[in-house]
């Protein structure tokens, strides 16, 4: 057991970490309780409070209260030391953080096998079953501590697909990322192996409960200008979806990752209410993971806690089952632990200081916001429909697609040289 005020003992950890097995498998959401009493207040939103917790600075004038949002709260941790990650861990489930998801170190998605060992990695941890499972057993102590499961996540797209998620199954790992997409579009690996390989993921991930998380939102992150690819996200969602249902990935398990596209000086809510609005709609069957805006960030961290705001205010006025936090400086390092505290503590202050706003006020059903999410929707369906005439998906890609950054049916140039099939070869 963990001692409050002393160091998580890292070699505690890993002495007979070759005995352990992890005590649970599966996703696991948050549990609701409706009209929770903390305090002088009544909550509608709210779930089960944790048994020991860190709240709000201001929580010591009302009575350290801590509420937790209904949302699963994410932080990302990529300091490439697992044992300083172990420890950054704790302190974000303190805070209210129940899925902790661990960034692969750079250039692992093209390794092709498992890789062993505990080395130190760049922009992420290098993810090894040694590490994986050090990491799972010390999170078994921390949801103790803290009273409430925590769900642990990492990345099972790229090119050790299928080993890799074999390696998750065994180890407990909760949540994954798995889309064939993020290897053809974002890391150039050869299409037929990646749906293939995907299939085998897929199959693991529905017979071990993980919940999946799509590569979508690399679109936004890749694009130059991102409010222009808001159709091709939602195509992206949709062929990862129906994919991951056709495999047998129940529809609970598969989480979209939207991510609003914009930030200011942009008028952002008008841009991102709509897009959040035609998303939801289209995928009612599908959990929402809300991720936060991570292209338009600099070195202030004043600046992108207003953007990541204003985010949460979206979430709200739609939906999102699990909400991911962005720490303020990532525009600028690898996230320092404080921020990671500094992410989880603004989604939940922003979350609870909305608790019941929708039962106060609602959307307008008629007007710019329906007029634009519906042209979204016929833009995603026109897109879709043209992958279809032109032969499927590897011919669309090869038509580069999924490379300008136009708002279909609109075309930039994308500097792809093509065949002339007048030409012999």
């Keep these: 057991m963990l001692k409050e005020n002393k160091k998580l003992d890292i070699d505690y950890i890993l002495k007979d970490l070759d005995k352990y097995k992890p005590k649970r498998r599966g996703w696991v959401w948050r549990e609701h309780l409706e009209n929770l009493e903390m305090g002088p207040f009544k909550y509608k939103d709210c779930t089960k409070p944790l048994k020991k917790s860190v709240g709000l600075p201001s929580s010591k004038y009302f009575n350290n209260i801590d509420p937790q949002p209904s949302p699963v ?26 899925h902790l998801m ?48 925590i769900n642990y996540h990492s990345y099972v797209s790229g090119v050790a697909g299928p080993e890799v998620a074999v390696m998750f199954a065994e180890e407990g790992v909760n949540g994954a990322h798995q889309d064939p997409q993020y290897n053809v579009l974002y890391r150039n690996i050869n299409m037929v192996r990646s749906f293939v390989d995907a299939c085998e993921a897929k199959k693991i991930m529905a017979f071990a409960n993980i919940a999946q998380i799509d590569g979508a939102h690399n679109a936004n992150a890749t694009a130059r200008e991102a409010w222009k690819v808001m159709p091709e996200l939602m195509v992206q969602h949709a062929l990862n979806s129906i994919f991951s249902e056709k495999i047998g990935i129940d529809k609970s398990n598969i989480c979209l990752s939207t991510v609003p596209p914009t930030a200011p000086p942009a008028p952002c809510l008008k841009i991102d209410l709509p897009y959040a609005v035609a998303l939801r709609e289209l995928f009612s069957d599908y959990k929402m993971r809300a991720q936060m805006n991570t292209k338009y960030m600099e070195s202030s961290t004043r600046e992108a806690t ?56 609602e959307l307008k059903d008629v007007g710019e916001l329906r007029d634009k999410a519906r042209e979204l929707k016929e833009r995603a369906v026109l897109y879709m429909e043209e992958i279809s005439e032109v032969g499927g998906y590897f011919e669309s890609v090869e038509q580069g697609f999924f490379v300008d950054s136009g708002n279909y049916p609109e075309r930039n140039g994308d500097g792809i040289s093509r065949k002339n099939k007048r030409w012999s070869w």
């Excluded at 661990?102 to 505990?118: M, N, P, W, Y």
């Design 73 to 98: 709260i994410t932080t990302e941790i990529a300091s490439g030391r697992f044992e300083d990650d172990i420890r950054r861990m704790r302190m974000a489930a303190h805070h209210g953080a129940d």
């Design 102 to 149: 661990v960034i692969r170190t750079a250039g692992q998605s093209h390794f092709d096998g498992l890789i062993e060992g505990t080395p130190q990695g760049i922009g992420g941890v290098p993810i090894t079953r040694k590490q994986v499972r050090a990491q799972r057993k010390a999170l078994d102590f921390i949801e103790e501590e803290v009273g409430r499961p």
């Design 306 to 361: 207003v953007t990541h705001v204003l985010n949460l205010l979206t979430s709200v006025l739609t939906r999102a089952d699990i909400q991911s936090t962005i720490t303020p400086d990532e525009g600028r390092n690898v996230p320092w632990h404080i921020y990671n505290i500094e992410a989880c503590d603004t989604a939940k202050q922003a979350l609870v200081g909305m608790d019941g706003l929708m039962d106060m006020i």
